[in-house]
């Protein structure tokens, strides 16, 4: 698999296709899954690590799917590409910074991912645009039972499937939905959000999952609790409180609009041009100004913009993609340079298409 040719593509949950795909960037699902003859990640030595990966690797590239996988060594990658694939959702930090045999299988829409030796011997996850929790279900299940005839995996009739981390016994799911939030931000009623999820057991994350920071308003909604229910019953418990979230920051939106429209225009106005007109600007601003960006294309304030370009800016701004775009590693000021160049670029380019 060559990842030069990731910076041309982008994944399908970037596309902004999915429903409710004006709030929700994307769902995804994560199933956790070890093999019962082999101990413990944690547990394991390297040649055991060796032994898994020389198991499930063929496994993976030959599932009896539509969609066939790749398989990516992770273990022989450097750290920009390490860091590469994380920013595009396809690793979890931790997986990029273990050491020893390590790989995933991934499909060419970005869509589906097995991780293998990261926190568990398997962590299988299924990516989508917009608000399709159902459609992850599907795949996910799919591919859980195409694995489960080809190993045995570690399951207990009392507690489910057995896990590294107690947290994730019994289903092993991990049920997440990526919402932008700027209205509930600028308004400060984001607060309220966060204690009505803590109330129901229901964790909030950053763009990049657990210990990550809320960048560009993007927030990560997933269950905590993983035993005592059905997968079934965790996805619902999600699907019935999203629809709530993605109302009231359509409502503070549209209030926005109405109680002070100009005010509002000028901000995605003023963020629009710096992005444009920039020659120097760093992640953190970027993130922040793109954020209303967003905001406005969604609302009409901002008509030359796909949303799909911008959802990708998103992710072309960050690091380790646009040392990749350059072709090697550059110094923090060197990227904060090639970050206002790839805007500006991106955006002409759009006007020039429209």
């Known amino acids: 698999m060559n990842l030069d040719a990731f910076t041309r593509t982008s994944g399908e949950w970037l596309r902004g296709i999915g429903p409710d795909s004006d709030i929700v960037m994307s769902s995804r699902i ?15 030595t390297e040649s055991t690590l060796g032994e898994i990966e020389q198991l499930v690797r063929p496994i993976i590239t030959s599932l009896p799917m539509d969609v066939k996988l790749s398989y990516l060594d992770v273990n022989q990658l450097c750290s920009l590409d390490r860091q590469f694939i994380v920013e595009r959702q396809l690793i979890s930090r931790e997986h990029a910074e273990r050491s020893g045999p390590r790989g995933v299988g991934l499909d060419s829409e970005e869509n589906i991912g097995i991780m293998v030796n990261e926190e568990d011997h398997l962590r299988l996850q299924v990516l989508r645009s917009g608000f399709s929790l159902n459609e992850c279900w599907e795949t996910i299940n ?44 600028i308004t400060k009623e984001i607060q309220k959000v966060f204690q009505a999820l803590q109330k129901i057991n229901l964790a909030v994350r950053g763009l990049y999952g657990e210990g990550s920071q809320a960048m560009g308003d993007f927030y990560q909604i997933s269950n905590q609790v993983t035993l005592g229910q059905t997968e079934r019953q965790l996805i619902d418990s999600i699907k019935e409180v999203v629809p709530n979230i993605i109302s009231y920051e359509r409502r503070v939106r549209n209030s926005l609009i109405k109680e002070n429209r100009q005010g509002l225009h000028d901000q995605v106005s003023r963020a629009y041009g710096i992005l444009s007109t920039a020659q120097t600007i760093s992640s953190e601003e970027t993130m922040h100004l793109l954020s209303s960006v967003r905001m406005g294309v969604n609302l ?9 370009t911008v959802n990708e800016m998103f992710i072309f701004t960050q690091p380790a993609h646009l040392q990749k775009l350059q072709g090697g590693e550059l110094e923090s000021s060197e990227r904060n340079a090639a970050r206002a160049n790839y805007l500006r670029h991106r955006i002409n380019d759009s006007n020039g298409s429209n």
């Open 142 to 185: 799919q591919i859980d039972d195409l694995l489960e005839q080809e190993v045995t995996y570690a399951f207990s009739e009392e507690f489910g499937y057995l896990t590294a981390c107690p947290t994730n016994v019994g289903t092993g799911i991990r049920v997440s939905v990526m919402l932008h939030l700027p209205a509930l931000v």
């Open 30 to 44: 994560r199933l956790a899954r070890n093999l019962t003859q082999f101990p413990f990640i944690n547990r394991c």
């Open 300 to 308: 009409g304030l901002i008509e030359e913009l796909p949303i799909s």
